[in-house]
């Protein structure tokens, strides 16, 4: 299960939120205990519907109770109180209304207050969260920023990753990490990768040892995150191993914590420049993320040469 509690949320977003403690309790806890559940759900407007998430209150809020009768604001009030959400926050500079703070210190429920506008508050809780109760996994390889791409390389020991990463360096490309890399799904279809905090900046290379790359090459040939977009796996050549297919109808995908990313393999072998091959690989996917695929493009032109010629 992973989880978070409204003492580190509140740490966490004291400064950048402006949040003023009030009263309550710090201690409640923040987690995803089901796969249904989404992270950026476990905060919103507040909502009897969910009444177990956070809760942010502003404007729209208070005007709806200024024109509902005490009675009703009170009982809506204890209904959502009763499930226990980890926390209120009242935003857009309110007021705090006496019978907010009444019920919440009644409830032993964390309540603050901020000058933010709500749907502000919401957005960063809900990145923030999303982050935070990500699923997560760590994988061996180099994640690199490649044209504006994140590019995982993977391949066995000796495979020549960290020197393929080396030279794309050489010409320009960025590290994110080396050896090992981080992944989370910060959104249903998006992982984010980023270096574990021991090895940032640093690339171990055979020969040479650890380096670190930011002295080296200076500030801008490391980033501190990417999008995963295109996974590039180097392949020795075993003698009897098939060749891959020269002309493959359909994309090669990997599946990482439930998300198909696209795959591409390159074979090593003496005097193939590998950058070359994973920049044009990585040229070709920003094609076809753009919707152009120049192998559907030549097999549609064979297809109507053919058709021609009947």
């Given amino acids: 299960m992973r989880q978070t509690n409204v003492a580190r949320l509140y740490e966490d977003h004291r400064e950048r939120l402006q949040l003023s403690y009030v009263s309550g309790n710090l201690d409640a806890?923040?987690?995803?205990?089901?796969e249904r559940i989404w992270p950026a759900d476990l905060v919103g407007h507040l909502n009897l519907i969910h009444p177990t998430r956070l809760q942010v209150l502003g404007n729209a809020e208070l005007a709806w109770a200024r024109r509902q009768s005490r009675e009703k604001v009170a009982h809506h009030l204890g209904d959502i109180l009763s499930a226990r959400p980890p926390a209120i926050i009242l935003a857009d500079g309110c007021e705090l209304p006496a019978m907010v703070r009444s019920v919440c210190e009644g409830a032993n429920v964390a309540l603050f207050t901020t000058t933010h506008p709500a749907a502000s508050v919401i957005d960063q809780l809900r990145l923030y969260l999303s982050r935070q109760l990500a699923d997560k996994l760590s994988l061996h390889g180099v994640f690199m920023d490649v044209l504006g791409l994140g590019v995982f390389i993977t391949g066995n020991s000796g495979a020549g990753k960290s020197e393929l990463a080396l030279e794309l360096i050489s010409r320009g490309h960025g590290l994110v990490a080396d050896d090992i890399v981080e992944f989370s799904r910060i959104a249903p279809t998006v992982l984010e990768g980023r270096c574990p905090e021991l090895l940032q900046d640093f690339i171990e290379v055979r020969g040479l040892g650890i380096l670190n790359i930011r002295t080296i090459f200076g500030e801008t040939a490391c980033r501190r995150k990417m999008r995963l977009r295109l996974v590039c796996h180097l392949e020795r050549r075993q003698p009897g191993q098939d060749d891959p297919s020269r002309?493959?109808?359909?994309?090669?995908?990997?599946?990482?914590?439930?998300?198909?990313?696209?795959?591409?393999?390159?074979?090593?072998?003496?005097?193939r420049n590998l950058a070359v091959l994973l920049e044009a690989a990585v040229r070709s996917t920003i094609l076809q993320l753009r919707g152009i695929d120049s192998t559907q493009d030549f097999i549609d032109r064979q297809a109507r040469l053919l058709a021609g010629e009947q």
Avoid: H, K, N
């Fill in 29 to 34: 806890v923040l987690s995803v205990t089901e």
């Fill in 247 to 271: 002309l493959p109808v359909q994309q090669e995908g990997q599946d990482i914590l439930g998300v198909r990313i696209p795959r591409v393999v390159l074979p090593v072998a003496a005097g």
